[in-house]
């Protein structure tokens, strides 16, 4: 400020100088507006620095206000990117109203506003207040109009949480016409289809699953897998056997291989009747792969011809000795051929292979019916321990009967 005070000092002082030590100052006129201005040559001189002068001193207090603006405006920024780490540590602690708050006190300074409103929006649902959370939503979706896939995902989660599936199918339409339907709001459209019970839309959905960056092929896998199992679910409680068949002949050449929808099936076409047909397609799935589920059902479905049966089943047992849930199959089909000792010998080897609740049921019942009631007795314990975890000890003086009442002494 000193040094502009003296350079105007000096250039005034020079001015005068030269007017009045020059012989010839030289003549300036200027027309302006109809109006003309007249002076000498170094009082133009003077004048025209003592303009440039001025500008760059206004230039200079612009430039310093901006920059006080802009550090003030970065100190700001600041503090909110240290509340929103902080609001995040607290919202990971558990501590979900006191991260709302912090989140949203210096949103309306932070680089993305957006993202402290969404934190605290789902701080809100944590909460449970649903009224706070649209509130929040609602300005994230005003802080930046031009993304609002973010605040459209949150809606959609939200409201499939709360079984609102039609809310979740307009914020998913809502991306879907935005062009940014990723694998995210894709898997959620696959949820919600199947929440709604819209199988059809959900088989369609499956190529764009399947050809969708980021989407795993298990989760496609799963999805389709639940997909057939509710279909035959629908199937056999509402449709019948028709509708059961039906939907086992739509499936994919995969969906058909995989043991869940092949036990599903199988046992939906037991239900109707069809016990023959559901053993069938056990028997081609135990065939290629094995499946514990699928063994089980095996053992349990109606056997017109149970010899045939067992002897299938036993052709199994010669690779897998020891597997409890074939073993049990196995004596379920002795059972129905009448060949008790051998049904005996089966669940006896299978309990003790792994002592399961309910074989010890099934072999107890059969040791009733062959006349061992202790045995019967004593594997039922058994089981009840193994179920538990511990065998009860109940403390019995020698040679007093558990159950015999204790004698009072008289007076």
């Not at 007249?38 to 009082?43: A, D, K, N, Y």
């Not at 700001?76 to 989140?103: F, I, K, N, P, Y």
């Not at 929006?121 to 939503?137: H, P």
């Amino acid at each position: 400020m000193k040094r502009g005070l003296l350079v105007v000092a000096a250039l005034i002082v020079g001015t005068v100088l030269a007017n009045t030590l020059l012989p010839e100052n030289g003549y300036v006129a200027i027309s302006f507006l109809g109006r003309l201005v007249e002076m000498s040559v170094p009082t133009f001189v003077l004048l025209l620095l003592l303009a440039l002068a001025l500008l760059q001193g206004l230039l200079t207090l612009t430039h310093r206000s901006r920059r006080r603006a802009s550090d003030r405006l970065l100190q700001r920024r600041a503090r909110a990117r240290e509340d929103l780490d902080q609001g995040l540590l607290e919202m990971a602690a558990g501590r979900w109203e006191e991260s709302e708050v912090t989140l949203t006190r210096g949103a309306r300074d932070a680089a993305q506003p957006a993202v402290h409103y969404l934190v605290a929006a789902r701080a809100a649902e944590l909460l449970g207040r649903a009224d706070r959370r649209d509130a929040w939503l609602a300005m994230a979706r005003e802080a930046a109009p031009d993304a609002p896939g973010p605040v459209l995902v949150m809606q959609a989660e939200t409201h499939l949480k709360h079984g609102q599936v039609d809310a979740a199918l307009e914020a998913l339409q809502a991306l879907e016409q935005l062009g940014r339907l990723g694998p995210r709001p894709l898997l959620l459209l696959a949820r919600a289809y199947r929440q709604r019970g819209d199988f059809e839309k959900l088989r369609q959905l499956e190529p764009r699953l399947r050809d969708t960056r980021g989407v795993r092929s298990a989760q496609v896998d799963e999805i389709m897998d639940n997909l057939y199992l509710d279909m035959l679910k629908v199937a056999a409680e509402r449709g019948g056997l028709p509708a059961v068949e039906a939907v086992w002949d739509e499936a994919t050449r995969a969906a058909r291989r995989r043991p869940a929808i092949v036990v599903a099936c199988a046992r939906a076409l037991a239900r109707h009747g069809r016990a023959e047909r559901a053993a069938g397609l056990l028997e081609e799935l135990l065939d290629d792969e094995w499946h514990e589920p699928a063994a089980t059902l095996y053992g349990e479905l109606e056997a017109p011809d149970p010899l045939a049966r067992l002897r299938k089943a036993e052709g199994w047992l010669r690779a897998r000795r020891e597997d409890p849930a074939l073993l049990v199959a196995c004596a379920r089909l002795c059972v129905r051929a009448e060949i008790y000792g051998k049904a005996r010998s089966y669940l006896e080897t299978s309990f003790a292979v792994k002592r399961r609740p309910e074989t010890a049921q099934l072999l107890a019942r059969l040791l009733e019916q062959l006349g061992d009631r202790e045995r019967a007795i004593q594997v039922l314990t058994e089981g009840l321990a193994a179920s538990t975890g511990r065998r009860a000890d109940l403390a019995v003086k020698r040679g007093q009967s558990p159950f015999s009442t204790p004698r009072t002494k008289g007076r």
